[in-house]
């Protein structure tokens, strides 16, 4: 019963450097998606995909890439980090996207220097 | 542009007190509304999904209501113990084609109960 494995946990990144979060389920998702959750603002949405070979861009895309070559992986990509990426990120998958529940992994924090 | 707000930010309460926890939220045409506890340095929990058709739902001592026509839904925890102290986030799955999935979170309540 893995649900939504990310990694790494924690992550310290220096100004420029990129670097990709992994985030693999083993539910048969078709729905996965990105989240950065960030002091005061709540939860917002970078990316999301709705299936296999399909990706789209939430409230917050800019600065991330991702790609969807497989049901199980969604990786989020940090082209060039920025101290204003800073944050702790969480991915989540749902069996059909709209009106079934939503699980999240554990989550990454990762810190811009 | 959907909004989902959260009242109170934070509660402290001694146990065995019933409680209620508010959401509400902007725009009506939702497809769902979650439910989620999350543990400081955690993941979130899925605690309840009430479809947007659906009055309530119930699991253990929790009970989540969505009255959609007002904008609101509460959770309803009876009996609180302290391990229910964490944060509790309410988020609203949008019902526009393609963003169906996409969730919009409220900034949480913290909740505290004290022994």
């Known amino acids: 019963n893995a649900g939504v494995t990310q990694t790494p946990k924690f992550q310290v990144l220096k100004t420029g450097q990129s670097m990709t979060l992994q985030c693999a389920q083993d539910m048969n998702h078709e729905y996965m998606s990105w989240y950065r959750q960030d002091p005061g603002m709540g939860l917002r949405l970078i990316h999301y995909s709705v299936g296999a070979g399909i990706t789209d861009q939430g409230e917050v895309p800019n600065g991330y890439n991702v790609s969807r070559s497989t049901t199980e992986d969604f990786p989020l990509r940090l082209l060039s980090a920025a101290p204003s990426q800073t944050s702790v990120y969480f991915c989540?998958?749902?069996?059909?996207?709209?009106?079934?529940?939503?699980?999240f992994g554990q989550g990454t924090r990762l810190t811009v220097v | 542009k959907q909004e989902v707000t959260q009242i109170p930010a934070a509660l402290s309460v001694p146990e065995g007190e019933n409680l209620v926890l508010n959401c509400s939220f902007t725009d009506s045409a939702i497809y769902n509304l979650q439910w989620f506890r999350q543990d400081p340095g955690k993941g979130l929990t899925s605690l309840l999904l009430i479809q947007s058709s659906q009055r309530e739902q119930t699991s253990g001592r929790l009970n989540a209501s969505l009255d959609k026509s007002s904008g609101r839904s509460t959770l309803y925890i009876a009996a609180s113990q302290p391990g229910d102290s964490a944060t509790y986030l309410c988020a609203v799955n949008l019902n526009y084609g393609g963003s169906q999935g996409n969730l919009i979170f409220g900034k949480g309540t913290k909740l505290s109960v004290k022994p």
């Open positions: 989540a998958s749902s069996y059909s996207g709209g009106g079934t529940e939503a699980f």
